[in-house]
């Protein structure tokens, strides 16, 4: 059974940084794509980033870009979120995803077939 656990969340000033991190277990993702989304409250859960199997395309939704990274380590099942300058409006339950069913990387959400349970991410002005 393929489980993902996001951890790293918390709560950070405007302009700080933290580092999301979510470890899969039960299957190789090595080949698939993963990607990280968000749900803030009242607002329907959005793209944050995604990472092809060999880490080498990455897409990331434009209020993200130069801020976040993200990475994966094959070797560790694990993938990450690496979010700098950190605004009030990140402020959200950030979800990691995979994607078993496709081998090409995309920004789909309906793409993304397991979960993980999310993990807190809140930045104070």
């Known amino acids: 059974q393929v489980q993902l656990v996001e951890s790293g969340g918390g709560l950070v000033q405007a302009g700080g940084s933290l580092r999301l991190s979510c470890a899969a277990s039960g299957r190789t993702f090595g080949n698939y794509p993963m990607g990280w989304f968000r749900q803030a409250p009242g607002k329907e859960r959005e793209f944050v980033a995604a990472i092809s199997g060999s880490g080498l395309t990455t897409y990331y939704q434009e209020s993200v870009k130069g801020r976040f990274t993200i990475s994966r380590d094959n070797a560790k099942n694990t993938v990450y979120l690496h979010m700098n300058s950190l605004k009030p409006e990140d402020t959200a339950v950030y979800y990691c995803?995979?994607?078993?069913?496709?081998?090409?990387?995309?920004?789909?959400?309906?793409?993304?077939?397991?979960w993980g349970q999310g993990t807190q991410v809140t930045v104070s002005s």
């Open positions: 995803a995979a994607d078993f069913s496709h081998v090409h990387v995309t920004v789909r959400i309906d793409n993304y077939d397991h």
